[in-house]
């Protein structure tokens, strides 16, 4: 199906808002068109003045940096709204449907139910690779408007490899979401090299994780450039703020630093995995690509309540699917996580 065939009706025949920064964007000494205040009473450079609505800056930083095409890059206000705009350009509340395969990242089917679309689910194998014949079964007999891939998948951190991306979003005939928020600390290929052979395929990116500017919500996709106008047509006019814009520009302009970093938290991630696999009581820690691991130990539960009275706390997964007795663990700087091993080692012997 074209892309064109899978937008909700109201989308097709939308008539976009134009703001007053998308009818003049030249230079000139005098704005008023926008009714903004001439006024700066915080003496931030043009905090009185609305932001760049395409975030031009930090689009081209990031097709710099990543290598893409500026033509198939849109910045939200972090991921979380690009998948709310998969949704709400792709599926028709009430009628359209939607495929995950748990266990993985919450928002995926928290955006459907807010946006009033089913989900259809195929859960992973035990050991978290993704059930590709069930998959396709699933696809034949629900036609999903979107299909998520995250990879590496939180909350489990094991990537998908890159040939069944490619065998997936080639069998899908609707949209596929790769949500790649943590390829950043694996080797992975990325399914963006999909793209120009498949319009189909929109991948997620955020600078809330490696780039460490979770705080300033910079989500980001590539997608065809048909997609990323369609992007730039239902997103909010002035969806990333100007502080935001300017610290991704700072941020993408210490790629070098990033990387390095990176790669320390790998290795730190590796250490963590090696002291809780010693640890008495826990039984598994999967290996993970991201920067977080999944740990499976006796009285997960309680050993999360106790963590949190120390002062420390982490995420339990427990009662998700496939991931009993699970607790997940974002890996910190040294200080951090030798406490947590601490911790976790002092509260398993205890309970
Ligand atoms: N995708 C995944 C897999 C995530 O884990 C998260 C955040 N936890 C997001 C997307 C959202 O990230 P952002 O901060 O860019 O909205």
């Not at 003049?24 to 926008?34: C, E, I, N, P």
């Not at 500026?70 to 979380?80: F, K, L, Q, T, W």
């Not at 069930?134 to 040939?163: H, Q, R, Y």
């Not at 938290?265 to 991201?290: I, N, P, Q, Y």
Request: aromatic residues 8%; charged residues 25%; proline residues 4%.
């Amino acid at each position: 199906m074209s892309i064109r065939e899978l937008l909700r009706d109201n989308i097709r025949s939308l008539e976009p808002y134009s703001s007053a920064r998308d009818d003049f964007s030249g230079t000139a000494s005098v704005f008023l068109d926008a009714n903004e205040n001439w006024q700066d009473f915080v003496d931030f450079d043009n905090i009185n003045r609305y932001p760049d609505p395409h975030s031009s800056a930090v689009k081209r930083a990031v097709s710099e940096v990543f290598g893409y095409d500026e033509r198939m890059v849109s910045i939200g206000n972090g991921s979380d709204e690009l998948i709310d705009i998969m949704y709400r350009l792709f599926c028709t509340p009430g009628r359209d449907s939607v495929l995950i395969m748990p266990p993985t990242y919450g928002e995926y089917k928290v955006l459907a139910s807010i946006n009033d679309v089913d989900v259809h689910t195929v859960v992973q194998n035990s050991d978290f690779s993704l059930n590709v014949e069930a998959i396709k079964k699933a696809l034949d007999e629900c036609s999903p408007k979107l299909m998520f891939i995250c990879s590496p998948n939180n909350p489990t951190g094991v990537s998908v490899p890159f040939e069944v991306i490619r065998e997936l979003t080639e069998y899908n005939r609707g949209i596929t979401v790769v949500d790649e928020a943590y390829l950043d600390f694996s080797s992975n290929r990325s399914a963006v090299d999909l793209i120009a052979g498949n319009e189909r395929v929109v991948v997620l990116r955020t600078l809330s994780k490696a780039w460490a500017l979770a705080g300033g919500r910079i989500g980001i996709s590539v997608t065809s450039p048909e997609i990323a106008d369609l992007i730039y047509m239902v997103k909010y006019p002035y969806n990333v703020p100007l502080l935001s814009q300017a610290y991704a520009a700072a941020a993408l302009s210490r790629a070098d630093r990033v990387r390095k970093e990176v790669a320390l938290t790998v290795a730190e991630r590796e250490r963590v995995k090696k002291l809780l696999e010693e640890t008495e009581g826990v039984h598994t820690v999967f290996s993970s690509d991201a920067n977080f691991l999944l740990v499976r130990m006796n009285k997960a539960h309680e050993v999360f309540l106790e963590l949190r009275k120390r002062g420390i706390i982490v995420r339990d997964r427990s009662r998700e699917v496939l991931c009993d007795s699970c607790l997940r663990i974002t890996i910190g700087s040294r200080e951090e996580n030798d406490l947590l091993v601490s911790a976790v080692r002092e509260v398993l012997g205890g309970v």
